[in-house]
């Protein structure tokens, strides 16, 4: 069992930045690729990125490459979401989730986190 806590989430400005956080409990965070996906109001979720168990491979979906960044640190058992200039359309509820197989398809995940509420004004 592993559960999923997001942090980091908030109000900020077009252009701006924001870093998510996603605690892990277990000793086990180390046996699971993470994931970010977003959903926003009206839509369906949808993948952001992802990073394999040891933090070497990273995956992004084309609409956040270049500005954002996935990472993990397996010794304090959380990832990490950079997000750099922030638009208008990444306005969602974004979560974490861990899985031992999957890639960006959200029925390949076993574990979620609750969401947090990124919201970004024009």
């Known amino acids: 069992q592993v559960q999923l806590v997001e942090s980091g989430g908030g109000l900020v400005q077009t252009g701006g930045s924001l870093r998510l956080s996603c605690a892990a409990s277990?000793?086990?965070?180390?046996?699971?690729?993470m994931g970010w996906f977003r959903q926003a109001p009206g839509k369906e979720r949808e993948f952001v990125a992802r990073?394999?168990?040891?933090?070497?491979?990273?995956y992004y979906t084309d609409s956040v490459k270049g500005r954002f960044t996935i990472a993990r640190d397996n010794a304090k058992n959380t990832v990490y979401l950079q997000m750099n200039s922030l638009k208008p359309e990444d306005t969602a509820v974004y979560y974490c989730?861990?899985?031992?197989?999957?890639?960006?398809?959200?029925?390949?995940?076993?574990?979620w986190g609750q969401g947090t509420q990124v919201t970004v004004s024009s």
């Open positions: 277990g000793r086990t965070f180390s046996s699971y690729a």
């Open positions: 989730a861990a899985s031992r197989y999957g890639f960006q398809l959200p029925r390949e995940y076993e574990y």
């Open positions: 990073i394999n168990r040891s933090g070497g491979s990273t």
